[in-house]
């Protein structure tokens, strides 16, 4: 069965700071990784996906995310973040072989920036 | 700009009564996923549909709730009779192969 681990409940940083947010993975078959962001009193909207190819995938507002497989990780970087960046980010995986659409979601990470 | 809407936005009901929610997917996808979330148990998956055809929904209380796609363009959950552990924010979304487009969510209250 397939699980993520989002390794930080909240992750609190300062305006303008690099900031990484850890996901990992358990999955025995091929995988399709993605991160949604959740911003208050809204839906998750979709911020990057890795499908094949490049492990570097870059997503919107400047966030880009590592695959690596033998870490079984996909972690969620930003070189520079906003006070607009405060939200809620969700790491979730789908199996690469059943192309059921149904996705696994982590718990959640709670990105405080501060100014 | 193709969006999944969802309503009503906000609901109060008192426990016991029946509320509805309902799901606009986007036009041409063909997964439509029912989710709830609360601040304890996160983002629960409760069941989702292809084709309109149910795939699953073991996430499901059976006994309270059910969930339909009358037609390609509607989908709506029902809880009957609802209860104040139902209160939650109820999020549609639809999808085509992997990747899922979320609704604004139902803000569901019961009294």
């Known amino acids: 069965a397939q699980s993520v681990t989002q390794l930080d409940s909240q992750v609190p940083v300062f305006e303008e700071a690099p900031v990484e947010l850890r996901c990992n993975y358990s999955?025995?078959?091929?995988?399709?990784l993605f991160w949604y962001v959740q911003y208050p009193n809204q839906g998750l909207q979709l911020l990057l996906k890795?499908?094949?190819?490049?492990?570097l995938v870059k997503g919107i507002n400047g966030f880009e995310a590592e695959f690596n497989k033998s870490q079984t990780s996909f972690h969620l970087r930003k070189p520079s973040v906003h006070i607009s960046d405060t939200a809620e980010y969700f790491c979730?995986?789908?199996?690469?072989?059943?192309?059921?659409?149904?996705?696994?979601f982590g718990q959640g990470t709670t990105l405080q920036v501060k100014p | 700009d193709a969006r999944v809407t969802q309503t009503p936005r906000d609901k109060v009901t008192e426990m016991g009564q029946e509320v509805t929610m309902r799901c606009q997917p986007i036009?041409?996808?063909?997964?439509v996923f029912w989710y709830r979330q609360t601040m304890m148990q996160g983002l629960e998956l409760l069941a989702y549909f292809r084709n309109r055809a149910p795939l699953d929904d073991s996430g499901m209380p059976k006994d309270r709730f059910s969930a339909e796609m009358p037609d390609a363009t509607l989908a709506t959950l029902k809880i009957q009779p609802s209860e104040p552990r139902d209160s939650a924010v109820y999020f549609c979304?639809?999808?085509?192969?992997?990747?899922?487009?979320f609704g604004p969510g139902t803000r569901l209250t019961v009294l």
């Open positions: 890795y499908l094949s190819g490049s492990t």
């Open positions: 999955s025995s078959v091929s995988v399709y």
């Open positions: 979730a995986v789908a199996s690469g072989s059943s192309n059921t659409g149904k996705l696994i």
């Open positions: 979304a639809s999808g085509l192969y992997n990747e899922q487009f």
């Open positions: 036009l041409g996808h063909n997964t």
